[in-house]
């Protein structure tokens, strides 16, 4: 049986949140991870952006933004219907997009200030810590971000939160102002689903030997 093929890179965060959707879905697919210095043809071909995630379906159909691949395992196995209310709803659209944009935007130029004006640095930090300061004072105080159940704005924000952790992670483990945040991300990173999404694969080559996530459950 044909299964959907997914191009994806450990680390970005775009390929995280996917991943996350697929397990969260039971859905299973061939992975190709991708090495972004030296991107396969075959990726190029059906989706010039050149960036991961890239899922092609099992009727030839290309998705290559992270959204629409979430919300394609979505159309398959709704685990977040209902959960939430349809403010919930709104409020999640709108803070993705932040994310998305601002607070992305602002990460690249403080993580990989080397690359930008790096003068700058402090600046594009406090953007995010201005940003997260706001998502505290909108955190349920549970564990996940609305309650105890995982949804949409869990996965789609929390792999940004991370790479901002990761620029400087003595510093941010002692930040005072964002309890809520931290003890938000550190059950993340503590999590099987983290676990079960970032597995070690081998960088596809067209003559490999097929690899497939999920991988294999991590329960402990």
């Not at 709108?94 to 935007?105: G, H, Q």
């Not at 809520?180 to 490999?208: A, C, D, H, V």
Request: charged fraction near 30%; glycine fraction near 2%; aromatic fraction near 14%.
């Amino acid at each position: 049986m044909e299964l959907p093929i997914l191009y994806s890179f450990k680390r970005c965060p775009y390929a995280m949140r996917a991943r996350m959707a697929i397990f969260l879905t039971d859905t299973i697919c061939e992975i190709r991870e991708v090495k972004l210095s030296h991107k396969p043809l075959s990726m190029l071909e059906v989706s010039n952006k050149g960036t991961v995630p890239v899922l092609i379906d099992k009727n030839g159909k290309v998705y290559d933004e992270s959204l629409d691949i979430i919300n394609w395992a979505l159309r398959k196995n709704n685990i977040f219907n209902e959960n939430i209310t349809v403010e919930q709803v709104s409020y999640s659209h709108e803070l993705i997009a932040e994310f998305d944009k601002d607070f992305k935007f602002h990460l690249d130029r403080y993580k990989y200030s080397s690359r930008y004006i790096s003068d700058e640095k402090l600046f594009h930090r406090d953007a995010c810590m201005t940003i997260l300061k706001k998502l505290e004072s909108s955190y349920s105080k549970d564990v996940w971000f609305f309650d105890n159940k995982i949804n949409m704005i869990d996965i789609c924000i929390l792999p940004f939160i991370r790479q901002f952790r990761i620029a400087d992670t003595n510093w941010f483990d002692a930040l005072e102002e964002i309890p809520e945040i931290q003890g938000w991300l550190n059950r993340f990173l503590e999590s099987n689903l983290l676990k079960n999404i970032m597995i070690n694969y081998n960088t596809w080559e067209p003559e490999n030997k097929k690899e497939f996530f999920p991988y294999k459950p991590i329960e402990s």
